[in-house]
């Protein structure tokens, strides 16, 4: 079996047999969490690279504590998102915003699908209006709003990710889309 056939939890029981197979995890994983940091809101290439390579020391340093009961992906995330944000603090630094945002279906979803036509065409904004609106939000509700329209994960991926129980990721998801409804709608009376 290939390594790009074998499940992250078979990849795990050969690294752990020979570190040499530790390479198929990086491969595999290199480019979705290059995506993620990018999504948490670092945007420099170089510093993307110097997070990524402090998980994958770390992830490696610490995969015998891994606990195999729980999904491999979710973990790598959570050291992900954890190091993404000590190194924030660390330089310093404030995250970017995001730049783009299916808000039409992130707010139909907040009305459970009962946004008419004629509203979502409204809700339509362009980029700039978006990144502004966005750098309104707190910090824990970019995260959410990051992991499940971007990232497309699960509340409980997203709760094993920020270390949070499901309910409480429901709830900061819809105090997230209320808060961006609202910030969109006084920007639409702004105009």
């Known amino acids: 079996m290939t390594p790009e056939e074998q499940s992250d939890k078979e990849l795990v029981a050969a690294t752990l047999k020979d ?3 530790y390479r198929h995890i990086m491969d595999r994983y290199r480019a979705k969490l290059m995506r993620y940091v990018g999504h948490l809101g670092m945007r420099d290439a170089a510093q993307q690279e110097d997070i990524l390579q402090m998980v994958f020391i770390k992830v490696y340093r610490n995969l015998n ?3 195999n009961d729980f999904p491999f992906s979710s973990w790598i995330y959570r050291i992900t998102h954890n190091e993404t944000m000590s ?3 660390r330089k310093q630094l404030q995250p970017l915003s995001l730049e783009q945002l299916n808000i039409t279906e992130m707010l139909a979803d907040a009305d459970h699908g009962e946004t008419d036509p004629t509203t979502q065409t409204e809700e339509m904004i362009d980029a700039e209006r978006m990144k502004e609106v ?6 824990k509700y970019k995260d959410v709003i990051v992991l499940k329209y971007f990232e497309d994960k699960s509340y409980d991926e997203i709760a ?3 270390q949070k129980p ?3 990721i429901a709830t900061l998801l819809s105090r997230a889309k209320q808060r961006l409804r609202t ?3 006084e920007k639409h ?3």
Do not use: A, C, K, V
């Not at 966005?134 to 910090?139: A, I």
């Open 19 to 21: 570190p040499e197979s």
């Open 87 to 89: 190194y924030f603090r």
């Open 65 to 67: 504590g891994y606990n």
């Open 134 to 139: 966005l750098n309104m939000l707190d910090q």
């Open 183 to 185: 910030l969109l709608e």
């Open 166 to 168: 499901p309910g409480t």
């Open 160 to 162: 094993d990710i920020l």
């Open 189 to 191: 009376h702004e105009q």
